[in-house]
């Protein structure tokens, strides 16, 4: 009988981890001057235990086989960490000579031992290790044992026993040692002179083992390779090859915690999935189940983290530094991250310390570039922070993101073509700080463009590119004078049909096509029209390339003389009024051959007189003014500079295309001293006016189409603005009124984003709605509340129900369904005016979509039902 000898046992202990964690040691791994495998190293499998499928073998033969990152054809690339960028990790160790470890590893001889196993002692496995090294032991086994061939050891060797769950030690204190740690090593003497180390793993043998962990968290969806036994296995195999190649006689890259405990780069970070932390995964969709990395043939593995020097934190694949100059970005939209992404939601492992990563954007056409912060995973106590910002601006003018204000807004837009992009991180980043990924889109158009320049090219997207986003609402003015031909031949058009349309309107409101779908070249429409037209670009996909047309306006108007009249009211903010006044002069003298508007805007002082006066509020005098000819002007000016608010015009100049909010035309904020908003002109003004002066003329229909034009573009506001925003003043006197009594919502000083977190805003957003309901009541009623804190029941009831409180001035409606919309109209104001302003959040509060659907409903009752009444009498 060949003797029985235990040499050492190199592991450690329970509880549990054989590792530390990393909070409680500086890592100090360094390197002790002995042996690391330089030179091709094979792999020898023990597999023990008369478990083992062929089918699991193969999946742990072909990890190992994919360490070698040269086997990876170079046509496969993959975005995930491959096996062979995880060994790359293992190669920043080198030896005293200052080689790496080698980059070729294979699978050599394999044996498996299927004797008992219920009553396994250490000695019996110290035994099975000596005889796998000599060829006649493996015959004496009778069966037990069987091996491809005898191992052999060698410097290069690594000896791999592999323990099936359900193998048991008859000593409580060999389970102990070498069931409850994950992996481990035994010295065994093959000859005198000779002593082996044969590292062990094994399978976990229930959920809860601490050797599955890595299989936990919440993006886990099942094990890679179907068998979590297996799938947890791997990665401890390859975790215990890289120590082998790093540390095989326990003088090469180790660390000590100066108590007697010792890691190896292979276990500093197993214990990175205990507890809180559960990075993320990938998902292979089509299976349904998680991984981390892939190896050769395709095959999905979960891996250990390794500890990488070059970032002091545990990766799955080197790190990337940032490049030392400006990255620039010339596609039409893309991502940009540090760290690797998952699936555009969340980091894999920390990006690198002490870097300043820097990108600029730069889309030549670009009116805005819409960005969309993806993730940002930046652990707390950290300073790392990314900041986006419009070129050559101040830091006052750029979106910053850190660990305070990660989540506070994630949609965000930039005027202009370009963009910068800074990312910086600080001396330490734990692993809670994934990075970040930010998408962009560059944005072709905002609102409405005035087109004059004959002939020219008109458009939105790139053939051969998915290049438009949904949302658009553009608009194109081709701006012929009355009566004059304006022609256009469409050269493209490739949009999503029936969901995205390019819309051509005559003389402003007649429309007279609308495209949609794809157009073969010999199909592709040519156009001739007379005098002003419009195309509307609208889109709510991204599933096609956008279009573009050739036009010709035989007979430009000329910018400022528009064809209809087109009045327009200014409003200035004058730090200095009577300073501001040679200002403009100056810009006036300097600027005369540049844009009309800009005309109209530098000429606006002159009209800042008594005579011009047209209205006065709290915060702002508003002064009409006529200019070349037939437009109309009026200015407001701010009394106060406090009372203009820039966020107000941020909002506004994203809203404006909304047809019932108001047009905001140009803005000069970085002009002057002074503030200018160019808008839409509303020749009879506010509402409030109206409805006090001129009830008589507004009837019950048109006061049903104001509340729905007004509900509408408060859904605009609430519902399909990202984020949200709060207008915060709805009343009679910010809705303006055209001659065709078409209402606009104005009045954006109060306006602001509701960042959903703030339960604060969520009753700004509730007053908006109640401030609705107060304005439907004094639709009805024709007068202005006195008291518009109203809150009590009764007091509503009294002021909605019965014909008394309907407006005198218009009489009942003879038709009894009308009378009913009217009644109906009273009770949606009424659920308005009734909202809790109490977040707890009565369920029953209405949105303002809710409210919009039930005017839609009074509209029916107004309009149909009434002529079936007829019919009947
Ligand atoms: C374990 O049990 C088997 C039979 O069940 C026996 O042949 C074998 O010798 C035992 N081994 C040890 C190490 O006790
Ligand atoms: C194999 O069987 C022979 C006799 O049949 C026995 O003497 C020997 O000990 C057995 N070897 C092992 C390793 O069990
Ligand atoms: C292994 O070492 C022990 C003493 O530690 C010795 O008795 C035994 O003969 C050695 N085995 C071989 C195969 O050299
Ligand atoms: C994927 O697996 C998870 C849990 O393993 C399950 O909740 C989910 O429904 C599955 N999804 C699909 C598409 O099968
Ligand atoms: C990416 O994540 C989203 C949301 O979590 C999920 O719906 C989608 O299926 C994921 N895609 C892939 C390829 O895993
Ligand atoms: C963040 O900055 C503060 C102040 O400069 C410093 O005290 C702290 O150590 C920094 N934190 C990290 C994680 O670098
Ligand atoms: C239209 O555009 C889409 C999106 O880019 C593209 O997939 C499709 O092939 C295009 N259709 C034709 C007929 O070119
Ligand atoms: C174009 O027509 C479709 C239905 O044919 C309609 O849904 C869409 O609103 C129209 N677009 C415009 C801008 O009128
Ligand atoms: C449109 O095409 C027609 C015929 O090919 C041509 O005569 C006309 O000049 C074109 N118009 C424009 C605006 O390019």
Redesign the pocket.
């Known amino acids: 009988m060949v003797g029985i000898f235990v040499v050492t046992l190199l592991f450690f202990l329970p509880p549990k981890f054989p590792c530390l964690s990393q909070d409680d040691s500086s890592h100090g791994l360094s390197y002790s001057g002995g042996k690391i495998m330089t030179q091709p190293a094979t792999v020898s499998l023990l597999w023990f235990g008369p478990q083992w499928r062929e089918s699991d073998k193969a999946i742990i033969r072909n990890a190992i086989n994919s360490l070698t990152s040269s086997s990876y054809s170079s046509v496969q690339k993959y975005e995930v960490p491959t096996l062979g960028n995880w060994w790359d990790i293992v190669r920043q160790y080198r030896d005293k000579s200052n080689s790496p470890v080698t980059d070729i590893l294979s699978v050599g001889p394999e044996c498996s031992y299927t004797g008992f196993y219920q009553n396994m002692t250490r000695e019996w496995v110290i035994e099975i290790g000596r005889a796998v090294f000599d060829g006649a032991a493996v015959d004496r086994s009778n069966g037990s044992l069987s091996c491809t061939h005898a191992f052999e050891a060698s410097e290069n060797g690594i000896y791999l026993a592999l323990f099936s769950d359900d193998v048991i030690f008859v000593d409580g204190n060999d389970q102990d040692e070498l069931t409850v740690p994950c992996s481990g090593h035994l010295l065994v003497n093959i000859s005198a002179e000779e002593v082996i180390t044969i590292a062990w793993t094994r399978a976990p043998r229930t959920e809860d083992d601490q050797c599955s962990l890595l299989l936990k968290g919440s993006s886990y969806r099942g094990p890679p390779n179907g068998n979590e036994k297996v799938d947890s296995l791997v990665g401890y195999v390859l975790a215990k090859i890289a120590d082998q190649v790093t540390n095989a006689d326990g003088r090469g890259w180790i660390s000590s915690d100066g108590n007697g405990n010792t890691n190896t780069i292979g276990c500093l970070c197993a214990s990175q999935n205990e507890g809180k932390m559960h990075p993320p995964f990938y998902i292979d969709a089509e299976r349904n189940v998680s991984f981390n990395a892939v190896g050769l043939n395709g095959q999905r593995y979960l891996l250990q983290y390794l500890w990488d020097q070059n970032i002091r934190n545990c990766a799955l694949k080197p790190t990337e530094a940032c490049r030392v100059d400006t990255v620039i970005l010339k596609q039409f939209k893309g991502y940009l991250s540090t760290g690797i992404a998952v699936n555009h939601s969340d980091g894999l492992q920390p990006y690198m310390p002490n870097q300043k990563c820097l990108w600029e954007i730069w889309w030549p056409n670009a009116k805005f570039i819409s960005f969309n912060v993806e993730y940002f995973a930046v652990a707390l106590d950290s300073n790392d922070s990314l900041r986006v910002c419009p070129p050559h601006s101040s830091k006052m003018q750029c979106k910053e993101f850190n660990s305070q204000n990660a989540n506070s807004f994630k949609n965000f837009q930039l005027m202009g073509p370009k963009a910068s992009i800074q990312f910086i991180s600080g001396d330490y980043v734990s692993f809670d700080s994934r990075g970040w990924e930010l998408s962009y889109t560059a944005g072709l158009c905002t609102g409405k463009e005035d087109v004059y320049n004959s002939?020219g090219i008109i458009g939105y997207g790139l053939v051969g590119t998915s290049s438009y986003v949904q949302g658009i609402n553009c608009r194109w003015v081709l701006h012929g004078k009355p009566g004059t031909r304006v022609?256009?031949?469409f050269t493209h058009i490739n949009v999503s049909r029936d969901l995205d349309f390019i819309a051509i309107f005559s003389d402003s409101t007649h429309q007279i096509a609308n495209f949609s779908g794809f157009y073969p070249v010999a199909d592709l429409p040519?156009i001739n029209l007379i005098g002003e037209v419009i195309i509307a670009f609208t889109t709510q996909t991204e599933g096609g390339e956008g279009w573009s047309a050739?036009?010709?306006i035989s007979s430009p108007a000329e910018p400022g003389k528009r064809s209809l009249v087109l009045v327009i009211v200014i409003i200035l903010v004058a730090l200095a009024l009577s300073l501001s006044v040679a200002i403009v002069a100056l810009f006036l003298h300097k600027r005369k051959q540049k844009h009309a508007n800009e005309d109209l805007l530098l000429n606006a002082n002159r009209f800042i007189r008594e005579e011009n006066w047209i209205g006065e509020g709290p915060s702002a005098v508003v002064y009409k003014a006529v200019l070349m000819e037939r437009c109309l002007l009026a200015i407001k000016v701010f009394k106060n500079l406090a009372c203009y608010s820039e966020l107000g015009e941020e909002i506004l100049l994203k809203t404006s295309s909304h047809p019932y909010i108001i047009s905001l035309m140009e803005c000069t904020r970085y002009r002057f001293q002074n503030r200018f908003m160019v808008f839409e002109f509303m020749s009879r003004g506010c509402l409030s006016y109206n409805l006090r002066e001129r009830g008589e003329t507004i009837d019950w229909e048109k006061r049903l189409m104001i509340a729905m034009q007004i509900s509408s573009a408060i859904q605009m506001l609430h519902m399909y603005m990202n984020p949200p925003v709060c207008h915060g003043n709805i009343t009679s006197d910010n809705i303006l009124l055209d001659e065709f009594c078409n209402a606009k919502l104005s009045g954006f000083s109060s306006a602001k984003y509701f960042d959903g977190s703030d339960d604060e805003e969520l009753v700004v957003m509730t007053e908006d709605v109640r401030s609705f309901g107060l304005l439907m009541l004094e639709l009805l009623r024709g007068e202005p509340l006195e008291n518009r804190n109203l809150r009590s029941c009764e007091v509503i009831n009294e002021l909605v129900d019965g014909q008394d409180g309907l407006d005198g001035r218009l009489g009942i409606p003879p038709e009894n369904s009308k009378m009913r919309a009217l009644a109906k109209f009273g009770e949606i104001a009424k659920w308005c005016i009734n909202t809790s302003s109490d977040v707890e959040g009565d369920e029953n509060n209405p949105n303002i979509g809710d409210i919009l659907s039930g005017l839609q409903q009074v509209k029916k009752l107004f309009h149909t039902v009434s002529s079936s009444e007829a019919d009947k009498s």
């Open positions: 002939p022609s256009f031949n040519h050739e036009y010709y």
